[in-house]
């Protein structure tokens, strides 16, 4: 599975960016898709998941209410919708993907960058 983030870029504070993150390879393996941010000096953080069918989803409290995840299948594309962002949501923002034997593949990163 191969994984392609796009969308980042530099927003001001209180704008909004979408996320793309478009799977190939063993596309049928996936199981769920995550995505992840990591700003300097911190952790890789899990911000929100969906299941193979877009059925179900999840997200981190700090980003509950600003963020959506969503996928399109037809197009093996993921997307993480996110408004209201605020300076402290800059850092490098990965897709995931979870197979069905529990394998992880990991996209190259995105930036983003909220100005205040």
């Known amino acids: 599975v191969q994984l392609v983030e796009s969308g980042g870029g530099l927003v001001q504070a209180g704008g909004s960016l979408r996320l793309s993150c478009a799977a190939s390879?063993?596309?049928?393996?996936?199981?769920?898709m995550g995505w992840y941010r990591q700003a300097p000096g911190k952790q890789r953080e899990l911000l929100a998941g969906?299941?193979?069918?877009?059925?179900?989803?999840n997200y981190a409290d700090s980003v509950k209410g600003r963020f959506t995840i969503s996928r399109d299948n037809a197009k093996n594309t993921t997307y993480l919708q996110m408004n209201s962002l605020k300076p402290e949501d800059t850092a490098v923002y990965y897709c995931?993907?979870?197979?069905?034997?529990?394998?992880?593949?990991w996209g190259q990163g995105t930036q983003v960058t909220v100005s205040s």
């Open positions: 969906i299941t193979s069918d877009g059925g179900s989803t």
């Open positions: 995931m993907a979870y197979t069905m034997i529990g394998r992880r593949y």
């Open positions: 390879g063993s596309t049928f393996s996936i199981n769920a």
